[in-house]
């Protein structure tokens, strides 16, 4: 079981920058890749950004650039850096951290954060 726990959200203007923080219960060392997803009321969750253990990065092509995600192993926390926001990044995000076993893939999910870009 893995609790994450986010935090960073919130208003900022067009152009702004936030960082969003996910912090794990538990070492974060061993989990196969964390991520951040976002979601619009009556959309379906989408990929913004993820990191594997061994440091591999993924973006969403429209954050390519402006996102950054980071892992910090010694604090259990992923990161993730928006810069030059616009008003369509407004939606509510959410941290993820997937273990992969011989048997089968597990999602953990925070309660997510929101994130609203608007002047």
């Known amino acids: 079981q893995v609790q994450l726990v986010e935090s960073g959200g919130g208003l900022v203007q067009p152009g702004g920058s936030l960082r969003l923080s996910c912090t794990a219960s538990?070492?974060?060392?061993?989990?196969?890749?964390m991520g951040w997803y976002r979601q619009a009321p009556g959309n379906q969750r989408e990929l913004v950004a993820s990191?594997?253990?061994?440091?591999?990065?993924n973006y969403a092509d429209s954050v390519k650039g402006r996102f950054t995600i980071s892992r910090d192993n010694a604090k259990n926390t992923v990161y993730l850096q928006m810069n030059s926001l616009k008003p369509e990044d407004t939606d509510v995000y959410f941290c993820?951290?997937?273990?992969?076993?011989?048997?089968?893939?597990?999602?953990?999910w925070g309660q997510g954060t929101q994130v609203t870009v608007s002047s």
């Open positions: 990191i594997t253990s061994g440091g591999s990065r």
């Open positions: 538990r070492s974060i060392f061993s989990i196969n890749a």
């Open positions: 993820n951290a997937r273990l992969v076993t011989v048997a089968r893939a597990y999602d953990y």
